[in-house]
């Protein structure tokens, strides 16, 4: 059984950075996009980034473009997600989460596999 844990969230400062970590353990078969979502209470699933099983491939949203940098070590079946500039609007929940067909998805069952979520608070 995969599971995955998210880790690093946590409340800070406009313009401020956090990096979120999501240790993967089980198997699950290759390929895959290992991708962060983000959902805001009351509000749908945002997809923010993906990374390919190997790291050669990923992939932002626009609104976090050129702010977010997703990275994986798969020696220690991790990928994190360094956060930088944070905006209010960056507020949210973030999930990783494995889907074996594509990314992107704004669906939680288009994934296979989710963690439990880490809480990102961006406020002065």
């Known amino acids: 059984q995969v599971q995955l844990v998210e880790s690093g969230g946590g409340l800070v400062q406009p313009g401020y950075s956090l990096r979120l970590s999501c240790a993967a353990s089980g198997f699950t078969s290759s390929p895959y996009y290992m991708s962060w979502v983000r959902q805001v209470p009351g509000k749908g699933l945002e997809w923010v980034s993906s990374?390919?099983?190997?790291?050669?491939?990923?992939y932002y949203a626009d609104s976090v473009q050129g702010r977010f940098t997703a990275s994986r070590d798969n020696a220690k079946n991790t990928v994190y997600l360094q956060m930088n500039n944070l905006k209010s609007e960056d507020t949210a929940v973030y999930y990783c989460?494995?889907?074996?067909?594509?990314?992107?998805?704004?669906?939680?069952?288009?994934?296979?596999?989710w963690g439990q979520g880490t809480q990102v608070t961006v406020s002065s």
């Open positions: 990374i390919y099983s190997d790291g050669s491939d990923v």
């Open positions: 989460a494995i889907s074996h067909y594509g990314m992107g998805y704004t669906e939680k069952y288009e994934y296979d596999y």
